[in-house]
């Protein structure tokens, strides 16, 4: 393939900016699901140093930022939007997280991090640098979750030795920069997040004691800034070295290189040129998606351009939010499937919590594309996260959970009423045995025999424990 950018920008590409989201799913560790609610979750969190982070994008329909804004007030049990919320957004400092993490060593707010390699345990490699930018968590109302690591680095390696993509277990070890000998587990700073709040990965594995493979089910979402404009007649060339720098980043790869054998026809690929002043065509981004992997890229001349925007008043090209809300929908489904296995986990109680979140998830956390922002590309993006993950689909398929779970339900009652029948016949011959065997006992009274008083008594204390072991019985079978 003939190279579409020049020497000159090609080195310009080693300057990106480098950002990634790690996004790991969470689940409930609450047994009786009807104990899970967000004002509770909330308490948690803010009694663990976390704090409230609404969405404030101003460039998404207002009704998007309201969405993630259930935070009660002090004083008050329920948020005044706590109907339509569908979940909440904290955050915690990166430093207080690190310094919880490290049981009582100090580290600076900006401190410098790099992977440790398996083969340079010693060596801080500075081309594998990084810092964190944000932790955040957000809690649905479904009972699921995610925990949000955002981290900036100067090359797409960093983050793929990090996470280790391509592997079940994660063993990477965090460096501390200008302190040697010091790591931290990358599982061990995970766990750390987690602990207090009532969440766990949705796998279960710190729950099955196999934290190494907490990462296994992590969405990822990659952001390059380049500090340049690219400026060009958007032709099928220019369109296949935008899709190249998008793969570059997705598979931790120099940037420029060729990686035209690994384009998936199956991925979705978009990008944006605007027109300038000249009548010339100005690339503005390009992102490149495909199950639980996305990559972008960004060319923006300012120095303030930041891959790890979250913060900002303004989301700009950042597509989190979109990533967001198709994953809740996707894991909330699955989540309830899940519950729907296990006959025992449908108690009366959470199966009307169960079919309450279910009724609100298709009320308010189905978000067509149209309703979240004016933007086309926008629209498009979150349109084929829908489709990766049969977004459509298994939300037809909620009414069918919904009936599942009335008829367990109406199950359970018709096998609990039938006992009730059984023990009530049960009890009603132990009456009437009783009524009998005290006839007898008052027949026999004036008998010759003391003995036969005894005999009577041992007579109906016999019947009723046996009448109590069929019944006992009868119960267990039910």
Known sequence: MNQPFTEEELRGFRDARVGTYYIIPLRTTREELSDFNLNTCAEVLLRDGWSPYPWEYDDLYQHINSIFSYIPEPGHSRASNATSAIGINFQIPVETAMNQALSGLHVEENQEYFVVTEDSRSKAEENLYFRFRCMQIVMMHTGIGFLIIGIESKSPLTSDLLLRAGYNQNSSLLGFVGMPGQTLGFVELIKSLLAGTDMTDYAGCLEKDQPDRILRDTTTYSVAVFRQRIYRNTSEEMKAGIQQLCLNLRHARSFGTDNCEDVD??????????????????????????????????????????????????????????????????????????????????????????????????????????????????????????????????????????????????????????????????????????????????????????????????????????????????????
Not at 302 to 315: F, H, K, L, T, V
Not at 317 to 326: S, T, V
Not at 394 to 405: A, F, N, R, V
Request: hydrophobic share 45%.
């Open 265 to 478: 026809e199956e991925a979705f690929f978009n990008y944006a040129a605007l027109n300038n002043v000249s009548e010339q065509k100005f690339i503005r981004w390009g992102i490149y998606t495909l199950f639980e992997r996305a990559a972008q890229i960004i060319f923006e001349n300012s120095q303030d351009a930041d891959p790890i925007n979250i913060y900002g008043e303004n989301r700009e090209d950042n597509y989190l939010p979109f990533l967001l809300i198709a994953l809740y929908e996707r894991y909330s489904y699955l989540f309830f499937s899940e519950m729907l296995r296990y006959e025992d986990k449908v108690t009366k109680k959470s199966g009307d919590w169960m079919e309450e979140q279910m009724l609100r998830l298709k009320a308010f956390g189905v978000i067509l594309p149209g309703d979240m922002t004016p933007y086309h590309n926008e629209n498009i993006f979150l349109e084929e996260q829908r489709k990766i993950y049969d977004i459509d689909q298994s939300i037809q398929l909620i009414d069918d959970k919904i009936g599942i779970i009335k008829h367990i339900q109406a199950d359970k009652i018709e096998k609990k009423r039938q006992l009730v029948e059984k023990l009530l016949a049960a009890f009603g011959i132990v009456s009437i045995l009783c009524d009998s065997l005290g006839l007898l006992n008052i027949l026999l009274t004036d008998t010759v025999s003391p003995h036969i008083y005894w005999v009577t008594f041992g007579s109906e204390l016999f019947f009723i424990i046996g009448v109590a072991l069929v019944s006992l019985i009868l119960y267990k079978r039910r």
